[in-house]
């Protein structure tokens, strides 16, 4: 049977102008068979000539070609645009990749078909005009693709986990295999991140890396690009070259397995410095890289490259933050004699900051100081003040071990400053007998004992710039069993839920509920009712010092007997 | 950031500037008194006063913020006072020794 559209189509004037245009065109009779393409499609599709396309199996057309819609589905004949409008649907356009098996080239085309219908309004055959949209759908995916990986890199400050994650996004969309290394200080690289859509592959890539050279080739691969800065790009990987390459049997036989055909490295660079490689490989889908690819990847890893160096910075500044403030606290609260110690400090939420608070415990001949503080402000500016603090006040002590005094020298030593450097501080000396305090604009003590928690001590000035200035020293009774506990005011000052600060009286509560317990456990339950009362971070630095008062006889006659004392008050 | 909620309003004269604080004063709205007084300065008034009647909270960095204003003042020679938050509020200038140290007026002295 012959319709008008075919009669039309013999039309010579017709045929020059469709085989003019750049969109392949197909005609499609109602029995499936293609009965015309112009010149483009011809191409396209792989015929010298329409006879030659006439007379192929439909089925076969696909052949040359390896096709997917755009979420990497299969597409059947059936899903053709042009036969669901032969069967009486209204079929949407179709984006359909597709990968030519010979060249590896993906493109990706519309496809869209129209019905041509006789007089009776039946459908005589279904026109399929196939646009190759390639530019404009990888320009699509690439702008989406960056945006998640921007979102990705500013999601973490765990970087390797980071590079992981981008890694994954990239397979299977842009390359079947996507690997991250990274270069430590001698070079040497640090495989962080490789990704393909299949686990079993990622096997052989681990038994891969056996084979890898303890130094990189600076004139290859890796080393290549390493030394360079400078893109590498390998579209054509032969069987020869994996045989040169390969150091034994299984060697090749793994290179084999992975069926490179595509392989692009970029570099991770910082300015002139490259940190790191993005490594691509194509290899079971056929696809290969063009420029385009290696300009995409080379934005992905710049992205990723800031984000690694960034994640590197803040981790430093932590660790720098760490080590400082470790040395702004004693290494262990020392055995006192007649006493049990524990202390606690937590620093704010913010973990590249040095807090301002601290504490201290040392010896001075017969008797013991422990001093509890707090410096207005944060970072490497309070730690000075906290270190001038804490060391000013151990010198004083050299020469008088009287609290009042230790306050009054920090104070002296705070005004020297050039900037307002204040500083709450509680500063309790520790004997066989009791404790002896003073305490400069600093949250009085606790004592917990027969008359349950109470304040114990008198106010003082804060120290550090006023000119009226008084520390009253207080001696403090104590009977065998009871504790005092010292703290700074982050943790009456945390913040609950509707904005609710702990307070005093909740600390005091919580203490008391705690009962009769050694120092070590009352800090832990403290650690506890505090976690359970706050909400989101915690907003300040917190130290906690519990000491508790053994019957200093009982100490004498056993030096491991901390726990051994009996109920309090019995002295 | 604060969870609570704190306001400053103006209430300005020709030559003295006042500046009602209320809510909690902590490390996150520290900044926000200081530029405020920053800008009062800006226009070359004679005396500031903070109005503290409406703090319900004033951590450290509140009370640096005092110390730092009295001392700035003295050495720029601009008059400063503080009108006197509640008793509750009132208890960190106490114990801190601030009350006996700081420029403390009642209102009723300052109009």
New interface residues.
């Given amino acids: 049977m012959e319709g008008e559209t075919e009669r039309a189509i013999r039309d010579e004037r017709l045929s020059v102008i469709l085989d003019a245009l750049a969109e392949a065109v197909t005609i499609r009779a109602p029995n499936n068979h293609l009965v015309y393409a112009n010149q483009a499609a011809l191409e396209r599709l792989g015929f010298s000539s329409v006879a030659e396309l006439r007379a192929a199996d439909p089925q076969e057309l696909m052949g040359p070609y390896e096709t997917a819609d755009e979420h990497g589905g299969e597409i059947r004949m059936e899903d053709l645009p042009s036969v669901k409008l032969l069967r009486g649907e209204h079929p949407e356009p179709l984006l359909m990749r597709s990968v030519n098996r010979a060249s590896g080239e993906e493109s990706w085309v519309l496809l869209k078909a129209t019905a041509v219908r006789d007089e009776a309004g039946e459908i005589e055959s279904a026109v399929t005009i196939i646009a190759d949209v390639t530019e404009a759908t990888r320009a699509t995916q690439r702008v989406e693709f960056l945006a998640r990986i921007g979102e990705l890199l500013a999601s973490s400050l765990d970087y390797q986990q980071t590079l992981r994650n981008v890694a994954g996004l990239a397979v299977p969309q842009i390359a079947d295999w996507c690997a991250v290394d990274l270069f430590d200080a001698d070079g040497q690289r640090e495989p962080v991140a490789i990704a393909h859509s299949d686990p079993a592959k990622l096997q052989t890539a681990a038994r891969l890396r056996d084979y890898e050279p303890e130094r990189l080739d600076p004139d290859q691969g890796v080393g290549k690009v390493r030394r360079t800065g400078e893109p590498l790009l390998y579209t054509e990987i032969s069987d020869d070259l994996l045989v040169a390459a390969a150091l034994d049997e299984e060697h090749l036989r793994l290179l084999r397995e992975v069926g490179m055909r595509a392989v692009l490295i970029v570099p991770l660079a910082i300015g002139r410095r490259t940190i790191g490689t993005l490594t691509m490989v194509n290899s079971e889908s056929g696809r290969s890289f063009g420029m385009g690819d290696v300009e995409f990847a080379a934005q992905i890893a710049a992205r990723a490259a800031v984000a690694v160096e960034s994640a590197r910075l803040y981790s430093e500044r932590s660790t720098v933050a760490r080590t400082l403030q470790s040395s702004l606290l004693p290494e262990a609260i020392p055995a006192i004699p007649g006493w049990e110690v524990a202390a606690l400090y937590r620093p704010a939420g913010h973990e590249s900051e040095v807090g301002g608070d601290f504490y201290d415990v040392w010896d001075v001949g017969e008797d013991w100081l422990m001093m509890i503080g ?1 410096v ?2 944060k970072g490497v500016g309070a730690a000075a003040v906290t270190s001038l603090v804490r060391y000013t006040a151990r010198a004083a002590s050299e020469f008088d071990t009287r609290p009042s005094e230790i306050l009054a020298r920090v104070d002296a030593a705070l005004r020297r400053r050039p900037t ?1 450097s ?1 500083c ?1 501080a509680l500063c309790l000396r520790l004997s066989r007998e009791g404790a002896t305090l003073a305490v400069g ?1 600093h ?2 003590p606790l004592r917990i004992g027969d008359g349950g928690v109470q304040e114990v001590g008198d ?4 120290l550090g ?6 520390w009253p020293e207080v001696d403090i009774a104590l009977k065998a069993g009871e504790t005092l506990v010292a703290f700074t ?1 982050g943790v009456t ?1 945390a ?1 609950g839920e509707d ?1 609710e ?1 702990w307070g005093t009286e909740r600390l005091r509560e919580s203490l008391a509920a705690a009962g009769d317990v050694a120092p070590a456990a009352l800090r832990t339950r403290l650690v506890r009712a505090l976690d359970e009362f706050q ?2 971070a915690q ?2 630095d917190t130290a906690v010092v519990i000491m508790r008062f053994d019957d200093p006889r009982q100490a004498r006659e056993s030096s491991a007997g901390h726990a051994s004392v009996g109920g309090r008050g019995n002295g | 950031m ?3 909620t704190f306001e400053i309003d103006a209430t300005d004269d020709a030559d003295a500037a006042c500046l009602v604080l209320s809510g ?1 004063l ?2 996150a709205t520290v900044p926000r008194v200081e530029q405020a007084v920053d800008a009062a300065l800006a226009r070359d008034v004679q005396t500031l006063v903070l109005d503290l009647s409406g703090l319900s ?1 004033v ?3 509140g ?2 913020l005092f ?2 204003l009295h ?1 700035r003042a003295a050495a720029e020679g601009w008059g400063f006072s503080l009108v006197r938050p509640q008793e509750q509020t009132m208890k960190v200038f ?5 009350e ?2 700081l420029p403390f007026a009642e209102k009723s002295s300052m109009a």
Avoid: C
């Avoid at chain 1, 710039?465 to 008084?470: D, E, S």
């Fill in positions: 707090d207005t402000g307002v204040l709450t604009g949250p009085l106010y003082g000035t804060l710039a006023l000119q009226k200035t008084r005011d000052d913040i904005g600060r909400v989101g907003a300040d | 604060s969870r609570t909690e902590d490390l909270f951590d450290s960095s009370l640096r110390v730092v001392q106490t114990i801190s020794g601030l006996e140290n």
